[in-house]
């Protein structure tokens, strides 16, 4: 059977922060509560979805007859101290791996990006980050200083996609081969974006938003995922019709 007979559908889904809100803070989109989080995970379980690790869905981003009928990729952005408190726990119950993407500027900081529009929340330490990846976390970039590609010039994008993959390949041991892009902007001139990820040695990135992903697929670069809210209706995305 060649390759190109065979077309998978991942559902690549995108978290960013499980539980409840700091006190003082103030509850947004962005937080889903331990309870929500634990229903999506046993959605995924009783529709006979395969939870992969990054290695296996790069692999089947390249060959999809190594992913099953029925796979999902789970992400979390910008690598909260909630991720191994709180999410992490969770995940291990139901034996599910996950990718972290993670702003470099920010590690051991907060999520100052989000002044005004989100909490504060604390960014996890670079120490905790190793943490994760004992736990079978798999740790990516999510650029330097967490901006939005259209702001910068290719010189600027060259910067955060090289420096970032750098700077945590070096701190924590292990390979950086995805990034996703803050906001989902991958910039105004995509193919400009795409040959700067290419040289650097990246081989997948990540949006924000679209749907489900089908593999095979020319646009690597370009992967969509289902942005998860409290209130997102799981079945319908899983189902095409969101």
Request: charged residues 25%; proline residues 5%.
């Amino acid at each position: 059977m060649s390759t190109s007979a065979v077309v998978r559908t991942t559902a690549v889904l995108s978290f960013h922060k499980i539980g409840v809100p700091p006190a003082g803070g103030w509850d947004t989109w962005n937080y889903i509560s331990e309870d929500a989080f634990t229903s999506f995970l046993e959605q995924l379980r009783d529709e006979c979805y395969h939870v992969v690790d990054l290695h296996s869905f790069l692999n089947g981003v390249k060959d999809p007859r190594h992913l099953p009928e029925r796979s999902a990729l789970l992400t979390f952005d910008d690598g909260y101290q909630s991720m191994l408190t709180t999410t992490q726990p969770l995940l291990n119950k139901f034996g599910y791996p996950s990718v972290v993407f993670v702003p470099t500027d920010y590690i051991g900081g907060f999520n100052t990006w989000d002044y005004g529009n989100e909490p504060e929340e604390p960014i996890c330490s670079w120490e905790e980050l190793i943490e994760l990846q004992h736990r079978g976390v798999s740790i990516q970039s999510h650029g330097v200083s967490h901006r939005s590609f259209s702001e910068l010039d290719i010189a600027a994008q060259e910067y955060e996609i090289k420096v970032s993959k750098e700077r945590l390949e070096e701190r924590l041991g292990s390979t950086v081969e995805s990034l996703a892009f803050p906001y989902g902007d991958n910039g105004k001139d995509v193919e400009a974006t795409e040959g700067a990820m290419k040289r650097a040695g990246y081989q997948l990135s990540f949006l924000y938003k679209g749907g489900v992903f089908d593999v095979p697929t020319d646009t690597p670069y370009r992967v969509t995922r289902v942005p998860m809210g409290s209130d997102t209706n799981l079945s319908k995305w899983l189902g095409g019709d969101a």
